[in-house]
Every structure is written in C-alpha cells, then in structure tokens.
C-alpha cells in the first residue's frame, strides 16, 4: 500500500494528542486489553483437613487443604477466569517425591474434586519433585564422591512422566512441568501418548530463569532448596539469546504452549518468543515476588495497587503474552469485570 501524504505528515498537521482528547476514543484506539481470559490463577494445596492457611508473604493468597477448594474454585468460575494452576504441599516428603506419583497424593485428590465441583473448568498441573522431595530440588539428587551433587536429568523425566500420567488419570487437562529439565517435552509427550492420552497439552516452563523473585512462593509452596541452588538448571538471568535455544528445542519437541517465567522484568524475553515464534501460544507467569512487590508497596500507600496490577499485567500482554499466570487473577477479572470487560 502506498503511503499517503496525510499519513506521513509530521507536526503540525500530525498531532497525536488528539486521539487521547476523549476517553472513548482512547477505548476505541487501545492496542491491548485485559480480560478474564487472559488469567490463570495458581493454588497451593496442602494435605490435611479443613485448611486456609493465609500466606503472609502472599496477602489474599491462602493454602487450602482438599477440603476447602470449593471456596476458591467458586469464585474462579463466577469471574470467568478459565484456569487453575495446581502446587502440592504434601503431608510426607521423601528423597524421590513419592508423593507426586501417589494415586491419593495431594494433588491427585484435588484435581479430582475440582473436576467433580466445576467439571469445565480447565485443571493446569504445575509438574515438578521441588515440593515432593525432602532435598528441595526439582529433580533426582545424585551425590559425588567429591561432595558434589547433580540433579539427573533423565533419571527425572522417568519420575515426571510418571507423575504426569497419574495426574492425567484423574482429570489434569494440561501438564506444566517447571523443573527446566533438557527433555521434558519429548519425555512427556511419548509417556502421555503411549498412555492413551495424546489429546493432553503440555505448557512447559520453557524459559525458566533462576530468579530471586520467587522467594515468596517457597514459604508459600515450602519448596526452597535445602543446599546449593537451582543455578544448574534454571537459566542464567543474563542470557537473552539462550531463551530462544529454549523455545525452539522445545517447539521441535512438539510443545502445545511456551512460557516464560518470570514476567515483570523479563518482558524483552517474552516479546523475542513471541517474535520468533508467532505461532505458538505463549504464557507469561507474573511469580510472586512481582506479586508480593506491588503489594507491600501498595499496604504502604506508596502507589495506588488497582492501577499498578492492571498495568504489570497489561505490560506482559504488550510485550507478546497471550495469557498470564498471576495471582492477581481473582482481583484482576473482578476489577475488569466492574468496569464493563475493559481495562
Ligand atoms: C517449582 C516452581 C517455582 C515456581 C513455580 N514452580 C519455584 C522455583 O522454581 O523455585 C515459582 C513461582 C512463583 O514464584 O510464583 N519448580
């Protein structure tokens, strides 16, 4: 198409405020919005009975044992937020996450009662041994005889390939797995196909970074490594062009759905993802401590918390997400909601 002259002028014929004069005209012209179905809500869920244990570092955000999931799992489904994201928080932990794979583990039960309470509404497993094992890591550790000690890479894809049938048994509509082991999508795509159930899509935590802002979220999961760290498998924060090794390993692995994790500070990521691959749907997952961040400064009186949630979590979409993990999910769809579907 030819340009035209008009299209081309520059000031003073072409002034942009004119647009921002009337509010409905900046409706009209807004590039990006907010909807309920842009968010997936993450939920722990803790062995044991008739348990809401808040999270202090999480304000709003509570553990619920099976048994009370109905409360949460109403409101979701009354904002119209299409998903939950499931972490265990077991009774037992052992060396090999044990619990994962149990029938009646934690989140075995509640994926089963959610699918009983609200049969469409889309159950997300968050697949990992970080919660499971006593140790911490998201995978099997193997000790050195120098002291050192490995997360085994393929010795872990056996055990969440099995975690991962067993939480599609009992009614898992996608698998995530997030413990960034080289693999996983091949492993689980073979494991869930030879199992019957190739309709299963895997969101793999492709683009994982070792990051500090998850701090919140191992009080809230207890699952915070009990010697060394997660920086032999998470990726190292500098590296931008890694992120795209990532995804496309994982794009010829045949993965349903990419993700980059965190959100906030990593939006040059998610906008290279989606670049590279415009194809493939690709979350964001806004961790807790972005969360936890707006939220203190918000109790300080610092910055006004509605605004700044709707603009974090508009900045992801910008940025090329085409839906966002967060724990704003609840507060963000109801505060869209209020406001006639627009944000
Ligand atoms: C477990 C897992 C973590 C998060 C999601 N899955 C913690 C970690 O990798 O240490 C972090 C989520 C958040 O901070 O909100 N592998």
């Not at 405020?17 to 919005?33: G, I, M, S």
């Not at 994982?250 to 989606?274: F, N, Q, T």
Request: net charge negative.
């Amino acid at each position: 198409m030819t340009k035209t002259k008009e299209s081309t002028a520059s000031f003073p014929t072409t002034r942009l405020r004119r647009l921002r004069q009337h509010p409905k005209l900046r409706d009209l012209v807004r590039e990006h919005t907010l909807t309920a179905n842009d968010f997936v809500l993450p939920l722990f869920i803790k062995s044991g009975n008739n348990i809401k244990n808040h999270i202090d570092a999480m304000p709003g955000n509570y553990q619920w044992s099976v048994d009370r999931i109905e409360e949460v799992l109403d409101r979701v489904v009354e904002l119209k937020i299409p998903a939950v994201m499931l972490f265990g928080l077991p009774a037992n932990k052992d060396e090999i996450g044990s619990d994962a794979l149990h029938e009646n583990g934690v989140i075995q039960q509640a994926t089963r009662r959610a699918k009983q309470l609200h049969p469409d509404l889309l159950i997300m497993a968050d697949l990992c041994l970080c919660e499971y094992t006593a140790h911490g890591h998201c995978g099997v550790v193997e000790k050195k005889s120098d002291g050192h000690f490995e997360i085994h890479n393929d010795k872990t894809l056996a055990l969440l390939t099995e975690q991962a049938i067993s939480l599609v048994k009992v009614g898992a509509d996608v698998i995530a797995p997030s413990g960034m082991m080289d693999g996983v999508v091949t492993a689980l795509r073979h494991g869930l196909d030879a199992a019957g159930y190739s309709h299963i899509s895997i969101l793999n935590y492709s683009v994982k970074y070792a990051s500090a802002f998850y701090g919140p979220f191992r009080e809230a999961a207890d699952g915070a490594p009990q010697f060394g760290d997660r920086s032999t498998y998470q990726m190292d924060m500098p590296n931008a062009r890694e992120a795209l090794r990532e995804a496309a390993l994982d794009v010829e692995e045949g993965v349903d759905m990419l993700m980059v994790k965190p959100a906030g500070h990593y939006l040059d990521i998610i906008y290279r993802v989606k670049q590279q691959f415009p194809e493939i749907p690709l979350a964001a997952y806004q961790v807790s401590g972005e969360f936890s961040m707006i939220k203190a400064a918000a109790e300080k009186g610092w910055v006004n918390e509605e605004k700044v949630m709707l603009e974090s979590l508009l900045a992801i979409k910008r940025a090329g997400a085409d839906f966002i993990i967060t724990y704003y999910a609840l507060d963000a769809a109801q505060l869209i909601g209020s406001k006639d579907g627009k944000a």
